[in-house]
């Protein structure tokens, strides 16, 4: 009887599927071309704007002046403004439908005579003063040059939402990407000692730069 109850159960053990290694490689290196595919062009945009970045004294960064303006603004829309909710927003969408703004609305201070909006972009910035008894507005504008853009763009600085999530999803890509090929590694029977020597060294040489070499 012993030998009816465990044979069924031992034969069962026999048939269950084993790891199949060739196929999990398989799929790691289909993931490692696509996602290389995928994030091909991201990954050359975030390398070379961060060499830009340790080098900002090669091509300069500076912000240009756009031009200083003052503009008149309708009472009635401005004293809504003033007394809405969201008065320094409110403002800045006042002024930005009048004349050319640099950037998205960052901070306001609404005092009783007078209004200080500051607006920050990768393309530019702008500061706004108004004043309330003469209704008008005095407008500073500065330009970011190319090279200011994409410093800017790099470390998602006041780039908006949009570009931080492609930031995010660009991380994520190449953290995957990377991950998918060094389980590739082990599958290079003769090259995987020579691998793993290599990216111990590179680990050491990341350790000793950032313990005796980084202030």
Not at 32 to 54: E, K
Not at 120 to 130: C, E, M, R
Request: charged share 20%.
């Amino acid at each position: 009887m012993k030998a009816d109850v465990t044979m069924p159960l031992r034969s069962r053990l026999l048939k269950r599927p084993k790891f199949n290694k060739g196929a999990f490689y398989r799929t790691c290196r289909m993931l490692h071309a696509y996602l290389s595919a995928a994030a091909f062009i991201m990954l050359i945009f975030f390398a070379l704007t961060g060499f830009l970045l340790n080098h900002p004294q090669w091509f300069g960064a500076a912000r240009v002046s756009g031009g200083d303006v003052t503009i008149d603004l309708d009472p009635e829309h401005l004293e809504r403004a003033r007394v809405s909710p969201e008065a320094g927003r409110a403002l800045a969408d006042l002024v930005a439908a009048q004349t050319l703004l640099k950037g998205a609305y960052q901070d306001g201070e609404v005092l009783e005579d007078e209004a200080y909006l500051r607006l920050a972009g990768v393309k530019g910035t702008s500061d706004v003063v108004i004043d309330f008894e003469t209704s008008t507005a005095d407008v500073e504008v500065r330009r970011a040059n190319l090279t200011s853009m994409l410093h800017d763009l790099h470390r998602g600085k006041d780039a908006g939402p949009f570009w931080k999530r492609l930031i995010d999803v660009t991380a994520i890509l190449i953290l995957t990407m990377s991950l998918a090929g060094l389980i590739l590694f082990f599958s290079l029977r003769f090259r995987l000692a020579n691998s793993l020597k290599i990216m111990g060294a590179t680990l050491v040489v990341f350790g000793v730069l950032f313990i005796f070499l980084t202030p």
